[in-house]
């Protein structure tokens, strides 16, 4: 079977260069199209088709998050957000795979100077990778010897690197911070020297390719490894002051996936000969509760912003507060129950495009970021934190 778009080449060759977010976001529009004709076969696949990984590489997904220090374009979580949900407005998996390796460079971007001119020799390198479950790295001459077996390795089989987040030791003990906490870095791998584990067989987010993988007592220089949980340092460049700051565009997927369900359903609507006032009412409440779930996910990105892009400036526990991603999500779920209810029983087959934006919405539901108990954390910050 052919999965070449049409104009393929032609969209790629249009391209600007990714120089900063404004650019990435009009790339992006651009190769809808080819994430649209390569959805499918990513899906069977249980990852990107190489089709799609080059054009996200091309569009100048995968620098997102490099600083300009670095010669990255330094986009703002909004604007990365909004990347986010332009994918998942024709697939959520694909959307997945942009949240997870445009976060890139939050990591690289924490290696010192000689490493990242090792590693990272052009922004283009895509990097995966899990904290949990935490592997074991014992301190030997010149770095680390690591041993671990991480889950949900999004973006793995697209990935250049992969990271892998070990608790470490030294003589057989745990090596503590200042505070008492045990130091817990990230690792870098590049993929060929991972086993990456066949395991990501699940309901939905198939493309995702969110396969485990393992290492086995494998060395990694000291200068290839940061901090897992640095403190706040406003002096670092925006992107890198907190350790929170990646995956807050996984909110954008919510939306992505809403958006691609009233999409399904107004075109099921216009091929009727006619609609009735029920069909009008339920489109126009989709389409209403998806302006609420964007307006609560942007404001609250566009307010962090406003503070990192600021000298100095570090978010409160409050801004950072995370509730943008699970309300976004439930939206999106009475969002897609109104969709299915409008386009009726062609959704229990799965070539029709419903199903897969149902099993995906599943998925996306039992992330960390967008289950509810992430409330649970909010309520800590808003009783526990005095308001400013």
């Keep these: 079977m052919n999965h070449i778009s049409p104009g393929h080449d032609a969209i790629l060759a249009s391209l600007d260069a ?19 004709a390569e959805a499918d076969e990513s899906a069977r696949l249980g990852r990107l088709t190489d089709r799609l990984n080059e054009a996200f590489l091309r569009a100048g997904i995968y620098r997102a998050g490099f600083s300009r220090a670095r010669g990255g374009p330094e986009m703002p979580l909004a604007q990365q957000t909004r990347m986010v949900e ?68 999004s ?13 470490v030791f030294e003589g057989g003990e745990p090596v503590r911070k200042p505070d008492g906490s045990q130091l817990v870095l990230g690792f870098w791998f590049r993929v060929p020297e991972v086993e990456i584990l066949d395991d990501w067989h699940v309901v939905g987010l198939h493309a995702s390719g969110s396969s485990g993988y393992r290492v086995t007592d494998r060395f990694v220089p ?6 897992r949980h640095f403190a706040p340092n406003p002096d670092a460049d925006p992107l890198n002051r907190l350790v929170e700051l990646p995956f807050y565009s996984m909110a954008g997927i919510a939306a992505g996936l809403a958006q691609h369900a009233i999409d399904i359903a107004s075109d099921a609507l216009r091929a009727r000969p006619t609609v009735g006032e029920r069909q009008y009412a339920l489109i126009g409440e989709a389409q209403s509760l998806l302006r609420a779930a964007r307006a609560v996910i942007y404001a609250g990105v566009r307010r962090i912003d406003e503070v990192l892009f600021d000298e100095g400036g ?13 309300v976004a999500t ?8 109104l969709c299915v209810e409008l386009v009726g029983s062609r959704v229990v087959y799965s070539a029709y495009p419903m199903e897969r934006v149902m099993r995906d919405l599943v998925g996306l539901s039992a992330h ?21």
């Design 18 to 36: 990714p120089v900063d977010g404004a650019a990435i976001l009009r790339n992006v529009e651009a190769i809808l199209p080819i994430v649209r």
């Design 86 to 153: 332009l994918v998942a407005s024709v697939d959520g998996a694909c959307a997945w795979n942009v949240a997870v390796l445009a976060a890139t460079g939050f990591y690289a971007c924490r290696l010192g100077e000689e490493a990242f001119a090792e590693l990272y020799p052009h922004l283009d390198l895509p990097t995966a990778g899990s904290f949990n479950p935490r592997g074991r790295a014992d301190v030997v001459e010149g770095g680390y010897r690591v041993t671990g077996t991480w889950k949900f390795g």
């Design 155 to 167: 973006g793995i089989h697209s990935a250049h690197y992969v990271l892998g987040g070990a608790e």
């Design 222 to 227: 000291a200068s290839h490894t940061f901090d």
């Design 314 to 326: 570090v978010p409160t526990p409050r801004e950072m507060a995370r509730g943008d991603a699970p």
């Design 330 to 337: 439930e939206l999106a779920r009475r969002i897609v129950d």
């Design 368 to 388: 960390a970021s967008t289950y509810r108990s992430r409330y649970i954390d909010i309520g800590k910050v808003y009783l526990e934190t005095p308001a400013q």
